[in-house]
Structures are given as structure tokens and as C-alpha cells.
């Protein structure tokens, strides 16, 4: 019976009638234990009979068996599993062990673990397309974490499906962090009159029922309880938490049972589960049998049902579990195991481990079993929690230290970046020699770049790279490409000179193409920081080259290199097309692990073009998923490179949110590449809106920190873009000495894009501008920059129009409108208008609300359906609903005039910022 719950009733209500209409949401209800989590969500099901109904409930003893959750949730709807990719139907079944002869198995090597999540979401999608869905999830913190995590990526993606989806957790147990972007409902006490009405068949006064609500606190559950021991309330209780009167009322019945009653009803709290045969057999072999639940039936502790036992609480469980003394718990947790079918690997391991203590040998081989198996199901989470249980049953120093640094792996792998990190820790304190140390040292490196303190992956990286130079060379190499990015992510040119010192001396000892590969393009990234541009892009020119690119490009840990070069070097080619067919395969292997890292580069390269929305997309896709899977270095440096474009575009309340969300993250992390960012964006923003003394100080901040940093790459230089700010504030010799020591700098590299840029700044202070101008705008045709060619374009109009050559000027001025418009550069476009209209035009420029722009959402819809790609395989690319990506084609119809997917391809060809 529910009683009150009228708020919490009312907003649910709401989200069933919205799933009725075709909408999502998502609702999370917290609460502590015994508060009526589950009363409402049973009361959510009653009133959701004509929805189909999806349902799971986390229980503590299943918590480490991979993807049980998930089994529960999808069980009915799994007729759909082949309507899905093959990519991720395979991955679903693997994952929850479906056709083991066939897919059960798996690869033996590692697999992406968020195909399993866009499998989910993409079954509940389908299954929503026959009949609106209620999916409901209790006890979501007992859930194995594999299963939380594929059902939380697959409920933040539902936004136009039939789904309404309610989660049921305790506060303080795990999930609070995993559900703070999602609706939530917080459970409260009842009130006094409410307690009255739940206890009052228990026929209690006045002064009891005021003791009883002051001493649960309107916890249903405690309320209920007490007032089935009205004597409790006569006792001064002290300061106990409301859970533990819960379990000490639980206590006080289970007392009560007859010794073979308690050992059953131990034997089944032990098993989760399990199937009544299993339990009965347990039972039998710990001297009780099946028959003797009649009594916990009766004292109201559960419910034997067909096939199952169910406890009517989890602190039911919970108390009777932590009342059984360790050694009888261990006893029948070994029972457990030795009852089991032989098949059921997981479960024997979960009873094995929990049946040991201190060294096994045979207990640490079934856990590695268990290991593997999970692994192959992409289930890391639990993978990793056996592979410790395994170390810590190792009777051998060695496979101890194996042992955790597997575990460690397989942590990163599930996303439990921390963990990993201490895992590593262990392993390396564990290491009985010098090969075991350097392994777990490497990965914890590898690990810190990604999620952790690049101080710490630069120092760990180049630690294990010096003893493993000897006679592991190619490995020596890798570990310090990672550290060669560690430390331009830093900003520690100083650094960057020793990771190179020790580059040069190895590469020449390397053996596979791959080494020699990344050796040349980390050297050639670490030279242009340092100042040193000719040499740096010859090596990234060599390594662009070479034969054996495609190996990496095929290898998930080093796709994303093969993209520097080209970035690097800021040239126009063929890197385009080698972006996209990169990011392509990734969202077509459901690699979203490893897309952050590729779409921030796809991003930053998207910006430096005419593609701005696609970057913005981009940024804000990298941002999603690094924060879902813990990458915090490519969450922090895509905030900050979505903070820059917003700055040029002049939308200044997103800026300022995303920039100092983005400098909060990168302090953290010592990201001082992307504080360097933040102070150009911040200048950029302050010049675009005419505020140029603030620019002027935001430039000569981020001029400082490049400084401090002993950074010498020109295109981290604001000092094109300061000299043009120093001009209007009346600084005219400051602006020349900028000027003309940019130009050094520029030379220096060598590249087009800097000279470019330095042949601009030299033309404003009035050092030959004609001649200046136009070979700026020569180099700007050797590289896509569109932005940078129309600033260039912007200041030689003015400059034409001061000297008076209007005509000219208006020819220049006109491209760089142009240009701004397209980008929707929207205060640099008012500055070229401005000028435009000084030369006596009026410029013809496309009316406001004309042509919605597309959202970002909306323009990669638009590019993979426009491409030939059904729904279906848009939303698989997307890790969208097949709903959702409707949704974003009706948008794309209405702003862009058009009806039908012909036109969309016609205008995709014609369309620079469509197509591919």
C-alpha cells in the first residue's frame, strides 16, 4: 500500500503520459533504505498496465556477475537482437552469454565495451517502435556496473521514443555521480498523519504513534517495523540510524527461526538468484533442507515463489547476511560453489572467492577463468574486480603482480580510470622484479595521460621507458610518443627536449613500422613546440608518408595518430578525408571509448576550417562521451576548444559557461595547453565585441603563460591578433615590436599558416601593407582556414578604404562578409559590414531567421542521411534512437526548405559546411 507519495505519484504520472505521447525521460529515485523506493515503484507498474513493461532489481550477491542487470531488463525483448548492427548484436551476446557456440565466446582480444551500451539502446528503441516501454530498474547501486552503465548510456540517449524510464537507488552507495545529470526524485520521511494511516491496523495510540514517527523519521519501513514491537518504543533508542533500527527489528525475527530454518534461509540470501533446485541441494548438503523456509515464510522475512526465493527487503538479506559468522559464511559459500553446474562459471567464482582466505592456487585459476570471460564480454568492471580477487589468492609474487596489472587494464577498459590508477599502484609495489615493475608502471602512465595527472603520466612514462629501452625498443618508443603528448599537453617544453634526446636515440633500434611511425611523428609534434618548425615537419612529413600508416589506423590505441601530421602541419590535403574515415570506423566498431580523443581532433580540425557547426558538433560529442567514460584530459581540452569557437562566433553567456568549465578542469589536470587556449579565446571574444583593452590583456596573459612555459610554436601566438588590438588603443610601437618578432617567430616554422598570419600583423603596423596583405593571402591559399583568410581579407579592405580604394576594397571586403556569414562569425561579420557600408555599400546579406542555421545535432543527421545512410545506421553512427535521429530530419526539412532525402543529397553536394 502506498501511502502519501502525492508529489513523487503526480511527477511520475507525468512521465508515463509522456511516454504515451512519444516523448522520453528519465526519473531517478533516491532515497535511503526502508523510505518506499520500491513501494512506488511497484504502484509506477500497477498504473503503467497498458505500457510494456521492462524490469530489473539489483541484489548484493549478484552485483559481480557480468551484465545480470542487463539479462533481467532485455530478457523479453531480446527477439529484436537482430534487427540491431551486427557489431553490436554480437556484442549483446556475447555480454550476456546468448548462443555460446556461435557469439558467446567472443575475440579473444579486447572488444569496445560501449557496443554493449549502444546495443541497449538500440533494442529498447526498437522494442518502443511496437508499443510504448516502462522501463523500471530497483536497487540500481546493487546492479553489476556493467549493466549501470549500459542502461544509463542508453537512457541519456532516448528523446523522442515511446520510453519512460525510472531508476531506484540509495544515495551514498556508488550511483550519485553516475545519475547527477539525470531528473531526480528525492524521497523524504513520511509525515506524522501519513505514518498514522500506514501503521494504523497495528492499532497503536496517540503517544505511540508520536514516539514511532519522531524515531523513524517517517521511514516507512522502520515505521512498520516498529510498530510490530510496540516494547522497542518504550526504550531509549539513542542515536541510531534509521537503517540500523531496520535491521535490528530484522534481527529480532530471524532470532526466532529454529537453527535448520536459519541455515536455509542463509543458504538462499547467500545465493542471489539461483534456482530452487540449486538452493535445495545446498541446503541439503549443509544439513537443512528446503521445507524449513516454511518458517521465514511465516515470520514474514520472504516469499517462496516458483522457482525462487525472494526476500521481501534487502535489508532482510543484508542483516541476515551480516549476522552469519564469517567462518559458517565462508563454509556455505563453498557449499554454494561445490552444488553449482559446472557451466556456471561466475557464479562458482563468486562463491570460491568469497569462500578464501589469503593464498588459493586453485581459487586464483577459477577467478582467472572468470577473468577471461568477463573480459571477452566486455564486461571489464567485473573483469577487473576478479582479477584482484585472483591476485590476492596468489601464493606467487610474480603472478600477484600480473595479476593487478591485468586487473588495472581491465579497470581503464571499464572506465574505472581511479581505480585503475590504484590498482597499478599495487601491482607496482607487488612487482618482484624489474619487467613486472616497468609494465605496471607504463600502463599507469598511459592511463594518467588519459584520465589522471599529466604530471604524473610524464614522469611514470619516462621512468618505464629508460630500463625497457634496453631490450624492448619499439616499446620504449611508444611509451614516449604518449610522453611526448603528455608534455604538449602540459606545456613543458623543457620536458618535450628530453623526451626527444631519448626518441632519437631509440628510433634507430626499433623493428616494426608502427614504432618507427609514431617515433617520427612524436618527435616531429615535440620539435614544433619547442620552436624548432622546419625540423618538426619534416619528420611528421616523413612519418605521413611512410608506408605501414594503415596498421595504425586499424589498431584502436593509435588511430587518433595517423591525424597529427596533417593537423600539425595545418595543411590543406588530404587529411579531410583520412579524419572522417578514421571517426567513421569508430562509430561503426561502437568504439565511443576511443572517440573522444578522435572527434577533439576531428573538432580542432573542423575549426580551422569553413566547417564550424561540424566542429562545434564535435566538441560537444567528445565532451559527452570522455565524461561517460572517464577520459578527463579530452573532456577538459574539448571544453576549452568549444570555448574558442563560441568566443569567435560572439556568443558570450555559452563561452563564458564552457571557458570556465574548461579552466576549473584543466587546472586540474595541469592541462596547460588549454589554458593557452582559454586566453586566446578569451581575447578573441573581447576583440570581436570591441572591447580591446580587455582583449589587449587576456592576449598579453596568455603571451606570459606561453612564456612560462618556454613554448616557442607560433600558431600558439597571439600576437597577430594583439597588434591589431594594440593599434586601436593608441600602443602603435608596441604593436610594431609584436610585429616584427612574430614575424621571427613565424619564419622560424616555416609553415604557411603562421606566415600567413605574420605577413597580416607585419601589414598593419604599415611595413609595405599592400605587398604584406597580398602575400598573406597567398599563403592563406595553402591551408583551409577560412576564419584567418577573411581577418586578413577584413584589415586589407580597410586599409584599401582608408587609401581610398573603395572599389578595391569592397571586392575584399565582400569575401570576408561572406565568409563570417557562412561561419557565423557574427561579430567579425558586423565588423566587415561595418566597413563595407564605409565604402559606400550596403551589404546584401541574408536576413535574420531567412535560413535557421542547423544545430550541431542536426547537421551530422543531415550529413549521414544526405550520405545514403538509413535511420537505422545513422542512429547506430550517432549512439542515437532511430526516434531521435527522425526528429533531428523534420528539423533539418523545415530550416532547410526541403521534403525529401533527394533534396537533401542535392544540397549536401552543393553545401561546403554538408558535406563530408
Known amino acids: 500500500m502506498l501511502v502519501g507519495r502525492a508529489r513523487e505519484s503526480a511527477a511520475i504520472a507525468d512521465l508515463l503520459a509522456r511516454a504515451r505521447r512519444g516523448s522520453s525521460g528519465v526519473l531517478v529515485v533516491l532515497g535511503e533504505a526502508g523510505i518506499g523506493k520500491s513501494t512506488l515503484l511497484d504502484q509506477t507498474r500497477e498504473t503503467a498496465a497498458d505500457l510494456h513493461v521492462l524490469a530489473a532489481a539489483g541484489a548484493e550477491p549478484e552485483r559481480d556477475l557480468p551484465f545480470a542487470g542487463l539479462a533481467q531488463l532485455l530478457r523479453p525483448v531480446l527477439g529484436h537482437l537482430d534487427t540491431l548492427p551486427a557489431v553490436q548484436a554480437d556484442a ?24 554493449v551500451s549502444a546495443a541497449t539502446l538500440g533494442l529498447v528503441s526498437r522494442a518502443a517502435e511496437d508499443h510504448p516501454l516502462l522501463l523500471l530498474v530497483d536497487d540500481l547501486h546493487h546492479l553489476d556496473r556493467p549493466s549501470v552503465d549500459a542502461i544509463l548510456f542508453a537512457a541519456r540517449r532516448l528523446l523522442t521514443d515511446s520510453v519512460a524510464v525510472v531508476l531506484a537507488a540509495r544515495p551514498g552507495e556508488g550511483v550519485d555521480e553516475l545519475v547527477a545529470d539525470l531528473d531526480r526524485l528525492d524521497l523524504g520521511g513520511l509525515t506524522h ?9 497495528r492499532g497503536l495510540s496517540s503517544t505511540q504513534v508520536d514516539r514511532l514517527h519522531v524515531v ?71 544439513g537443512s533442507d528446503l521445507d524449513r523456509l516454511a518458517e521465514a515464510e511465516e515470520a514474514e522475512l520472504v516469499e517462496v515463489e516458483p522457482g525462487r526465493v525472494r526476500f521481501l527487503h534487502p535489508l532482510m538479506r543484508a542483516s541476515l547476511v551480516q549476522a552469519t559468522a564469517p567462518a559458517l559464511r565462508r563454509r556455505l559459500h563453498r557449499t554454494l560453489a561445490e552444488v553449482l553446474p559446472a557451466g556456471d562459471l561466475d557464479r562458482r567464482a563468486l562463491h570460491i572467492s568469497a569462500s578464501t582466505i589469503g593464498a588459493d592456487t586453485d581459487a586464483a585459476t577459477v577467478l582467472d577463468e572468470a577473468t577471461a570471460s568477463a573480459a571477452r564480454r566486455r564486461a571489464y568492471a567485473v573483469a577487473s574486480g576478479w582479477g584482484e580477487r585472483a591476485a590476492h589468492a596468489s601464493a606467487d609474487a610474480g603472478e600477484r603482480a600480473r595479476r593487478l596489472t591485468l586487473a588495472g587494464e581491465h579497470a581503464w577498459l571499464g572506465g574505472l580510470a581511479d581505480r585503475a590508477l590504484e590498482i597499478f599502484g599495487e601491482a607496482v609495489a607487488a612487482a618482484p622484479d624489474e619487467q613486472a615493475r616497468r609494465r605496471a608502471l607504463a600502463l599507469r602512465g598511459v592511463v594518467s595521460a588519459r584520465c589522471g595527472s599529466l604530471v604524473e603520466a610524464r614522469d611514470l612514462l619516462l621512468e618505464a621507458s629508460l630500463p625497457i629501452s634496453a ?31 631519448r626518441l632519437d636515440a631509440y628510433q634507430d633500434r626499433t623493428e616494426h613500422p608502427r614504432s618507427r611511425i609514431l617515433g617520427d611523428l612524436a618527435a616531429g609534434i615535440g620539435r614544433v613546440i619547442i620552436g624548432e618548425g622546419d625540423a618538426g615537419a619534416e619528420r611528421i612529413r616523413r612519418a605521413v608518408s611512410a608506408s605501414g600508416t594503415g596498421d595504425l589506423v586499424d589498431d584502436p590505441r593509435w588511430r587518433a595518430w595517423v591525424l597529427l601530421g596533417p593537423m600539425w602541419l595545418r595543411e590543406s590535403g588530404e587529411a579531410r578525408a583520412l579524419v572522417e574515415a578514421v571517426v567513421t570506423d569508430a562509430r561503426e566498431q561502437a568504439a565511443a571509448g576511443t572517440l573522444p580523443f578522435l572527434l577533439f581532433h576531428a573538432a580542432r580540425d573542423d575549426a580551422a576550417t569553413d566547417r564550424w557547426t561540424s566542429a562545434e558538433a564535435a566538441y560537444r560529442e567528445a565532451i ?38 574548461a579552466e576549473r578542469q584543466c587546472v586540474r589536470s595541469r592541462l596547460n595547453f588549454g589554458r593557452t587556449w582559454l586566453r586566446f579565446a578569451w581575447g578573441d571574444l573581447a576583440a570581436g565585441l570591441g572591447r580591446y583593452d580587455d582583449a589587449v590583456t587576456s592576449y598579453r596573459d596568455q603571451q606570459s603563460l606561453v612564456r612560462h612555459l618556454g613554448v616557442d610554436d607560433a600558431d600558439l601566438s597571439p600576437a597577430p591578433e594583439l597588434v591589431d588590438c594594440l593599434l586601436r588603443v593608441g ?113 546584401q546579406r541574408r536576413a535574420v531567421g531567412a535560413e535557421q542555421p542547423l544545430t ?14 538509413t535511420t537505422r545506421e545513422a542512429a547506430a553512427a550517432l549512439f542515437l534512437s532511430p526516434k531521435t535521429v527522425e526528429y533531428h530530419l523534420r528539423h533539418v526539412y523545415i530550416k532547410l526548405g526541403i521534403s525529401s532525402r533527394a533534396e537533401l543529397a542535392e544540397r549536401l553536394s552543393e553545401d561546403a559546411e554538408l558535406r563530408q
Request: hydrophobic share 45%; glycine share 8%.
Open 92 to 115: 549483446l551476446a556475447q555480454a550476456l552469454a546468448l548462443q555460446p557456440g556461435e557469439r558467446g565466446n567472443g575475440p579473444a582480444g579486447p572488444g569496445e565495451r560501449f557496443a
Open 193 to 201: 498523519d501519513e505514518c498514522r494511516t500506514l501503521v494504523a491496523p
Open 216 to 286: 523513524s523519521g517517517g521511514n516507512p519501513l522502520a515505521a512498520l517495523e516498529m510498530a510490530r514491537r510496540p516494547d522497542l518504543l518504550a526504550r531509549d533508542l539513542g542515536a541510531v540510524p534509521v537503517p540500523r533500527l531496520i535491521e535490528q527489528a530484522f534481527t529480532g525475527r530471524l532470532d526466532a527461526l529454529s537453527p535448520p530454518a536459519r541455515t536455509a534461509l542463509t543458504v538462499a540470501a547467500l545465493a542471489g538468484d539461483l534456482d530452487l533446485a540449486t538452493v535445495g541441494r545446498a541446503c541439503a548438503a549443509a
Open 471 to 501: 631490450d624492448d625498443p619499439d616499446l620504449a618508443v611508444l611509451l614516449l610518443a604518449e610522453a611526448v603528448y603528455a608534455c604538449v599537453y602540459l606545456g613543458d617544453a623543457a620536458a618535450v627536449r628530453t623526451v626527444l634526446t
Open 624 to 661: 559527452a562521451l570522455a565524461r561517460e567514460s572517464g577520459q578527463r584530459t579530452d573532456e577538459a581540452i574539448s571544453h576549452a576548444g568549444l570555448a574558442w569557437l563560441l568566443a569567435r562566433r560572439g556568443r558570450e553567456d555559452e563561452m563564458r559557461a564552457e571557458a570556465e568549465e
Open 731 to 843: 600602443e602603435v610601437g608596441a604593436a610594431h615590436a609584436e610585429a616584427v618578432a612574430f614575424e621571427a617567430l613565424a619564419d622560424a616554422k616555416g609553415q604557411p599558416w603562421s606566415q600567413a598570419r605574420a605577413h597580416r600583423a607585419v601589414a598593419l603596423v604599415g611595413i609595405d601593407p599592400e605587398e604584406r596583405y597580398e602575400a598573406a593571402l597567398a599563403q592563406h591559399a595553402h591551408s583551409p582556414d577560412t576564419y584567418e583568410r577573411a581577418r586578413t581579407q577584413l584589415a586589407y579592405g580597410a586599409y584599401l578604404r582608408r587609401a581610398r580604394r573603395r572599389t578595391e576594397a569592397r571586392t575584399v571586403l565582400r569575401e570576408a562578409l561572406d565568409t563570417f556569414d557562412r561561419l557565423t562569425a557574427a561579430p567579425w561579420a558586423e565588423q566587415a559590414s561595418a566597413e563595407l557600408a564605409a565604402t559606400g555599400e550596403r551589404a
Open 856 to 869: 550541431p545535432q542536426e547537421l551530422q543527421v543531415a550529413r549521414l542521411l544526405g550520405d545514403g545512410r
